[in-house]
């Protein structure tokens, strides 16, 4: 499996070369909608991009879990924690499946 990550700067250059914005453009852009998906997790909302999948929020509750070396039970405090869940789509693009009613 490759370690490849795909930065901010990637993805700018990519709608730069896709939309045909000027890259300082293309850099706003990226950083307006990543701003803007940010602030609404934020305020507890969900973001759901069609074909992509849909970001949420959860709170988990307080627990007690245990200190895998000594065994010694210690208290988990409650947060919030993202979560992603991939489309059917995205699911089969990346398993490389063909997908009916759709051209990729």
Do not use: C, H, W
């Not at 934020?42 to 074909?51: I, M, P």
């Not at 007690?64 to 869940?85: A, D, Y």
């Amino acid at each position: 499996m490759s370690e490849r990550t795909i930065t901010r700067a990637q993805l700018s250059e990519a709608v730069y070369q896709e939309v045909g914005l000027s890259r300082n453009e293309s850099a706003d852009l990226l950083e307006m909608v990543l701003e803007e998906m940010s602030q609404a997790l934020v305020r507890g909302e969900s973001v759901k991009l069609s074909s992509f999948g849909s970001f949420s929020v959860r709170d988990k509750g307080e627990r007690v879990g245990r200190n895998p070396k000594t065994g010694q039970e210690v208290p988990i405090s409650s947060r919030r924690v993202l979560v992603f869940r991939p489309s059917q789509l995205l699911k089969a693009r990346v398993n490389a499946e063909p997908v009916r009613g759709t051209m990729t």
